[in-house]
């Protein structure tokens, strides 16, 4: 039987600052950006959104009567919790309307959980062919004002529709695994930015692809040479390029620039303009891939590698199915990039101390998003979620 990904849809805000905003306020070269880490903007949240808001309005363009009540896992990945008890799913379950015979869960390992999720997903489409599993990732990626993570910042999240015989992708049965103790990113309980080494997370990125890697091919993986794309998890974008080249060094196969952006261009289109989303951003490059390249990736196999700092790596493949064109979203998410209000680097800067909530769990957020749910406060340490009558 074959399982994957049916349908996938992404959500990111309605807000963006481009980065020559930050070059100019810091007096850099914007090259170091647009070049060194190839970003172009990044996606900053409204102050009544949240992860729940972005997972739900990620999924709700895929629902209708007929799917809704088959969905018998909502798997929801973040990094970004926003409650150390109550899974960001429960609410989500709600928001969307699911049958309440669903079960949800929460699911965190840095940028790593999606795929963690995408992976319990098969095996539960597996044993129950008949039902399918609706995994969600989402998160927001702060690192702080002047601190050298904040170019890299972004949000967005990604939902996707996990069932047998999937009209997008299979997910083929084989992976790679490393994990490892390390401390190149994390974000204490007490602190809403996160803490992070950012070029030994670089280093670890990459040695977690060489042993994923190595791990894959002893489970009897495909060999490089049987991938036309791969989809590497995307902090910024230029980390997809040397992710790419170490793993042909790695095989022992050349690598022009050409061929670097035949294999992993399309998938970088989105998140060059919505920055780091974290647990969504591997995914975000596969429906980039997807909806972006020239070519007819009927039959074509793409080698996915995910990687959560702290640290898990995974790598494994998926085949596209054929006609998956016909179930594109793209002039959605096109137009939802293309619509985004431009922040200045003072309004955004302005934004950025808004979104911690109160203390005493008291607060009113100003209506800011044109999305479809959001956050209208806490009362009584209780987060308020509505849908908006604006769609
Ligand atoms: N034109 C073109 N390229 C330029 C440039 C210019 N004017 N100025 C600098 N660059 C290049 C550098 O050569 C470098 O490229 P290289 O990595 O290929 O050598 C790149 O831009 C980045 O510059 P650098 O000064 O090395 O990085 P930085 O100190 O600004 O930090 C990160 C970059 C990614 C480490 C930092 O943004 C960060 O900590 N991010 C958060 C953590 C993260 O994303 N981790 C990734 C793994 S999960």
Redesign the pocket.
């Known amino acids: 039987m074959s399982v994957g990904i049916d349908d996938i849809s992404f959500y990111s805000s309605s807000l963006c600052v481009p980065l020559t905003e930050l070059a100019m306020r810091y007096g ?10 190839g970003q172009e903007e990044m996606a900053i949240l409204a102050v009544d959104e949240d992860v729940v808001t972005m997972g739900a309005s990620a999924a709700w363009p895929m629902l209708n009567d007929e799917n809704r009540g088959n969905i018998g896992t909502l798997l929801f990945a973040t990094e970004t919790g926003i409650d150390q008890s109550k899974s960001a799913g429960v609410y989500v379950h709600r928001l969307l309307t699911l049958d309440s015979n669903c079960r949800v869960v929460e699911l965190k390992q ?2 790593y959980s999606a795929t963690a999720a995408v992976q319990m997903a098969c095996a539960l489409v597996m044993r129950q062919p008949e039902r399918s599993v609706l995994v969600i990732a989402s998160d927001i ?1 702060r ?1 702080g004002l002047g ?6 910042q972004g949000c967005g999240a990604v939902a996707m529709l996990i069932k047998s015989d999937p009209r997008l992708v299979e997910v083929c049965p084989e992976s790679g695994c490393y994990s490892e103790d390390v401390m ?2 994390w974000r204490p309980n007490y602190m809403d930015t ?1 803490l ?4 030994y ?2 280093i ?2 990459l040695k977690a692809l060489r042993q994923s890697w190595k791990h894959y091919q002893q489970a009897g993986g495909i060999a490089f040479p049987g991938f036309s794309r791969f989809c590497y ?1 995307l ?2 974008a ?2 997809g390029e ?1 992710a790419h080249r170490k793993l042909a060094v790695t095989c022992g196969e050349s690598m022009s620039d050409a061929l670097l952006t035949e294999q992993i261009g399309s998938g970088l289109i989105y998140n060059r303009k919505i920055g ?1 989303s974290y647990s969504a951003s591997l995914y975000i490059a596969l429906l980039s891939m997807l909806e972006n390249d020239t070519e007819d990736l009927s039959g074509w196999n793409i080698g996915l590698f995910s ?1 959560g ?1 702290g640290c898990v790596g995974e790598f494994f493949a998926v085949t596209v199915q054929p006609n998956y064109q016909a179930y594109s979203r793209r002039k959605a998410h096109v137009d939802q990039l293309e619509s985004r209000q431009v922040l200045s680097y003072d309004e955004y800067a302005v934004l950025f101390g808004q979104h911690s909530p109160r203390i005493d769990g008291e607060h009113d957020f100003l209506k800011m998003t044109n999305g479809r749910f959001r956050l209208t406060g806490l009362h009584d340490h209780k987060r308020i979620y509505i849908e908006t009558t604006v769609c």
């Open positions: 850099v070269d914007p090259d170091k950006y647009r070049i060194g880490l840095a940028c990626a690192y601190t050298l993570g904040e170019v890299t190149d990113f996160a992070v080494d950012g070029k997370s670089t670890v990125y998890h902090p910024f230029k980390m040397k780091n990687y700092s």
